[in-house]
């Protein structure tokens, strides 16, 4: 919530702010509408610099694939959908998923398939096997990630981010925001470590793509 300001134009009023705020998520927001620069020294995802087009942009005639990825969590539950164009793997949709059953949230992850070319999804942990075998049951095929290490995941992704082979769409709004936020604590491991849903998501799906070169 914005507890005090003064909004300085009629067509950005207070409840406006708030809004954006809420959907952008306060890093974008400081960025986009109040122009403050908030990347943080020591991020995990060093090498994310600045958000690509967005997707409604891209040229899908030119599309190779769509890839998917998925942190399961307790209850946050997030879901990544990708399309390769030429040798660029670019995130062209986050949700968060709504508490239920697997069958309803996979309803929802299969109505983003429909049309596309859907070559491999992945995510979760070496002790997440029963919930791919569940997503699997309604007919959402998940692979645990070639590299299980956690900090090799974070390797893989911030390698295909320094190589531009990566692109975060900037309609994936609470993906950047985790990107720019994540930092190491004082003993070099991830701060708030069970918060980054979304980070965890891409790096599950870099995990699953990235051995050395483009597969897929």
């Not at 950005?12 to 109040?34: D, V």
């Not at 090498?47 to 942009?57: I, K, L, Y």
């Not at 942990?125 to 590299?147: H, S």
């Not at 609470?174 to 470590?193: F, M, P, S, W, Y």
Request: with cysteine; hydrophobic share 35%; proline share 2%.
């Amino acid at each position: 919530h914005i507890t005090a300001g003064q909004p300085t134009w009629e067509g950005q009023n207070l409840e406006t702010c708030e809004a954006q705020m809420n959907e952008w998520g306060l890093s974008a927001f400081l960025n986009e509408a109040q122009l403050l620069i908030t990347k943080k020294e020591g991020r995990v995802y060093h090498a994310f610099s600045e958000p690509g087009p967005d997707a409604s942009t891209l040229d899908y005639s030119q599309a190779v694939g769509y890839w998917h990825s998925h942190d399961f969590g307790a209850v946050n539950a997030v879901f990544g959908l990708y399309v390769k164009i030429e040798n660029k793997y670019y995130l062209i949709h986050e949700q968060k998923l709504p508490e239920g059953t697997t069958s309803a949230r996979a309803a929802i992850i299969k109505s983003h398939f429909a049309n596309r070319n859907i070559v491999a999804g992945y995510g979760g942990a070496k002790g997440e096997d029963q919930q791919r075998l569940d997503y699997g049951k309604e007919g959402v095929i998940i692979r645990l990630p070639v590299i299980n290490d956690v900090e090799a995941q974070i390797d893989a992704a911030n390698r295909m981010l320094e190589k531009n082979e990566l692109v975060i769409c900037s309609n994936c709004v609470h993906t950047i925001d985790q990107l720019e936020n994540c930092t190491r604590d004082e003993k070099e491991g991830i701060a708030d470590k069970a918060t980054w849903h979304y980070n965890d998501m891409l790096r599950y799906f870099c995990a699953g793509v990235k051995r050395g070169v483009f597969v897929g």
